[in-house]
C-alpha cells in the first residue's frame, strides 16, 4: 500500500523546506528510522528519518528545490506499485489506496482530518477558528510536555505572544502564536504531555463554541497518526477525570500535591528548580498554587517536619524510601540517541597522556592580557579544530552508501545541566580565536543551563568534546555523539614526578581518551590524529602562528 510522505515541519516557524540532499534514490529500499533526505529549514539543515518500510517510489522534490510543509515530497510502498492514480489525482483526492487520504472538496490536507469515511471529518471549522497543535521544536521531538501557560481561557491572543513554555527532549522553549483571536480551549494542562500534532490550544473569535471541535479533532487525529486510537480516547476523557481526582485528594490526604495520570506533579518550572537546590521532595508540598500547583513560594516557606529523613535516604526506623522522579524529554532523548549510538557504531578507545607544563604556562601569559582570560578547555577545543583539518577522516560522517569528510569544523561541547546533557556547538572553531571560543563556550554554556538553547545552536557538530576534568576525573571514555565519527574525554591536569631528561621530576599530565567510530576512524588514522593533537597542546604558542 502507497504512503505518501510530505514536507515536514522540522522547526517552530518552518513554511517551507528546501531538499539539500536525498540519501535515498528511487528503487531503494526503505526501513523505518532510515535517514530518506537532509532538509534545509529556515533554522538549520536537519536529517529527516522514515517512519515507514517498503520501497522508494517516487521523489516529488529535486534536490535544491523548495516546497510548503505538507506538500508531496515522496511515495513509499510496494516495489513495482502502480502509483500514477495518485500522481495524476495529487491536485484534486489522493488514491484510495494511499494511507493519507484527502476529501473531493479540499485538497490541502488540514490537521483535523483522518478518514473520508468518519462523517465529522467533511465539517468545516467555524469560521474564524484556528486548531493549535504541539509543535515540533527541536529535529528530534516526538512529544512535548506544556511547562507554563502563560495565557488562560479567555484571554485575548495576538500574533506574536507566547502562548506557552513547553518541555521538549533537548530544551524549555517559548511556543508563540502564529495567529489572533481569543484562546477559546486549552488541551493540555500544565505538566501534562501529547505527541507532536495532536491538539494543545483552539484560538478564535470570543464567544465562539469549539467543544465539538475539540471532541472531533480527538477523535479523527488519532487513527491518522497512529493505530493506537484508545490510547487517544484515554488522553480525551483526562480533563473529566482530573477534577474529581483532585478533590478527592485534597479531602482525604491534604498533605500531597496533585499528580497527573502519567505521574508529574503539578509545579512551576521555577520552583522546581529552587526544590533541585534545596533537595526538596515536591510531592512532600501541598502547592498553595491555582488548582493545587507548587509555586515558588511554596519551596521557600517548605520546612521539613522535625526528625522526617532527608529525600533519597532511609528513614530512621530502617524502613525504606525512595523517590521515583518522572522521565523528562530531554532524559528519554539522551537514553535513545546513545543507545543508538552505543549499539550501531562500532566503538573503540585510544588513550593518551600528554605534557601539560607548556600549557600551564602559556595560559598564565596568555591571560596576563587584560580583559582576557582563557581555560584549557579553549586550548584543548582550538587544539583539535586545527587537528581535524589535517584529518579530515576524523571529521568525518557515515552513512549507508557513503562517507562525508566535513571540510568545516564544528565542533559540539558537552555542558551538564540538571535534567542531563546538552551538546551546544562552536561553529568554525578553527577560525577563531582563543577568547573567541572562549566566549562562545561560555554563552552556549550559560544559555545550556538556563534552557534558552536554540535547535540551530545543537545542531550541526563535526566533533565532540567532553571534559570532566574540572570535576576531578582524571580518565574516563564517552559515548559518540552521531552523526560523530568521534568524541574526545578529557581528564584533569594531575602533579605527579615524571621522567624527563633521565631524571624524576615533578610534572603536569593529562589523560585524554578519543573514542572513534571503526566505519570510518582506523585505529592509524586515529592515532596520527592524537599525534598532531598533541604537538599543539605541548606546545600552544604553534597554534598562533
Known sequence: MAIVVNMPRLSDTMEEGTVATWLKKVGDKIEEGDILAEIETDKATMEFESFNEGTLLHIGVQEGETTKVDELLAII??????????????????SDEVKEEKTEADTTPSKTEASQETESTSQELPEGVIVVTMPRLSDTMEEGTVATWLKKVGDTVEEGDILAEIETDKATMEFESFQSGTLLEIGLKEGESAKVDELLAIIGPAGTDVSGVAANFSTTSAPAKTPEAPKAETKADTPKKATPAKSETKTTAPTPTPVTENGRVYVSPLAKKLAEEKG???TKIQGSGENGRIIKRDIENYEPAAGAAAVGKFVPSGQEDFDEVPNSQMRKAIAKSLTKSKFSAPHYYLAVEFDMDNAIDFRKQFNSIPDTKISFNDIVVKACALALKQHPQVNSQWFDDKMRLNNHVHIGVAVAVPDGLVVPVVRFANEQSLPQIGADVKQLAGKARNKKLTPDEMSGSTFTVSNLGMFGIDYFT???NQPNSAILSVGAIVQKPVVKNGEIVVGNTMKLTLACDHRTVDGATG???????????????????
Do not use: C, H, R, W
Open 77 to 94: 510502498g510496494d516495489d513495482g506499485e502502480d502509483i500514477s492514480g495518485i500522481l495524476s489525482g495529487a491536485d484534486s483526492a489522493s
Open 280 to 282: 526538596v521532595n515536591l
Open 478 to 480: 564517552s559515548i559518540i
Open 527 to 545: 592515532a596520527q590524529f592524537l599525534q598532531t593533537l598533541k604537538g599543539y597542546i605541548e606546545n600552544p604558542v604553534t597554534m598562533l602562528v
